[in-house]
């Protein structure tokens, strides 16, 4: 089922790590397995944050292994000769799990695909998100225990989407956990809620023309779909345009940015979605519950239609 | 087996043994002996005094929680019950067989007032996927928007939306009337067999795709007809009839529902013929 949920403030901060959370977690019945979080925190915007894992966190029908902590350690240590070889200078390092870590990085350059073609060529080795805003968190469990597993509820910015998972279609773990960073857009990632019917046709077609895709969730296809338009040249809402043809099945997703925040729906309006838009705030989520637990007093909210596409800015 | 190269279109299906099927099955039978009608009632209904009001705050209640206090409530004889703080919980105000006027004052989740017969609700708020499935006799009214699925498979009442629905209103209707002030989603009327739809805005894609029979009426512009759906010709005792039902819904009181379309079911599709595959295509 999974319950997807997201919010922009506009020409504002707030603390985006406790109210997503608390949307999550009013969602949890659509899924926990794992959960995840897309936020866009307040930085100074000079250096990257790199957000990856050198180990997975396994569990119910996942592919993967658990692994030792020394081979995390020893994959730690390739990631940090290649970063230096690629004259990228960590300035900041967190290992908040065995297997997950957070790093600032001082890096020039406006093509992320070599740099993360390079620390993913490592085994083992994922990329959870890039950019010098964004930073993507996800893990097993409901809201509440990745929200303190990774301490996100002190997290200030300006927007943020997430992500209650109910595998179906792939395994539970964590490379199968929403959401998926726009790879290789720094500050692009994406949460869904359906199922895509034609994901191995357009997989085929994107990795022929050098896209990669970490997982075998049907839902990292609409990153890399709208990644690659945007490689193109279309703008954010023309790329989730053109996805309500090019993808096939049933959705609701949501795709941030830098700086804006967009939900699609697919033809059939076959998957929820519950909208509350004002000057200062845009709140939505697969129930009204989720939006109800940051805006618990009286408001109007509404059903966007099937095929309805929408972006906002903060 | 008729010839299908002489006969005229229609006759065509008829001479095949369209439109003949003989109704069978429990609405054919005699269920109840008229002479024990005074012992015939509802499991679990009470007499309710209608002047006899109550509030009940749900805030801190699950919905089960909320839905058996309404019903002490009612056993209590409270016939006007306000509930108060719903804030958006799904399943509030389901399986109510009585007579009550209920009154929420906020917004439903998922799945509000289902499998309901006889009260009459208002809603001063929202409400989420489903609302009033399967209702059978009674009148909700919502005052804002409505999510998918809105009147899924009702049997009767009316039930009433002020603002706009999503997708698939009226989906498996099999009696009763749906009133959208506003607009409506995709595959408004799927497969709908009885009833009547009102809509007085615009609707979406696929209008009354595989609609069995009932009629559809829409106001707006209409995004495109479904599978088996046809314009038919609005009569003087529709729109007297849409007067009064506008009327009755407090909606649209100046609408002038002489420019509405009216739709209904074509009857072609392979539901109404008892005929092999192949022989179909030659009928149709």
Redesign the interface.
Known sequence: MCGIAGLIHRGKSSNVGSELQGMLQALKHRGEDSTGYALYGDTDGKNFIMRFKVGENVGEGSSSVMEDVSVYDERKKIVDETLAEMGAKVIKEERTLPYSLRYEIDYETKDLLDFSQKIESIPGVEILSMGKSLEVIKDLGNAKMVCDRYSLDKVVGTHAIGHARMATESGVDIKSAHPFWGYPFSDVSVVHNGQLTNYWNNRRVLENKGMRFMSECDSELIAVYIAEKMRHGATLEEGMKESLTGLDGVFTYFVATKDSLGMAKD????K?L?LYESDNLVAMGS???A??SVL?Q?I????P???EVKVWQI | MANLKTVSKKSKAQSMGMHTEVLTGRTQQKFFNPDEAENFYYFGTYDVDFNKRTELDVKDMTAPEANKEIDNLMSQGYGTIVIKNPQGKHSLGVGILNKLNLIFEGSLGYFGMGSCDGPIVRINGRVGWSCAENLMAGKVVIEKNAGSCFGAAIRGGDLICKGSVGARTGIDMKGGTIIIGGDAGAFTGFMMQRGRIIILGDVGINLGDSMYDGTIFVGGEIGSYGSDAVDSELTSSDQDWLKRKLKVAEIGENFDVSKMKKIVAGKKLWNYDNLEPTEKKGAI
């Open positions: 033809t059939m309006a076959a929820p519950v129930e009204e519950i939006i109800r618990p009286e109007d909210t509404y059903d239609f099937d095929g």
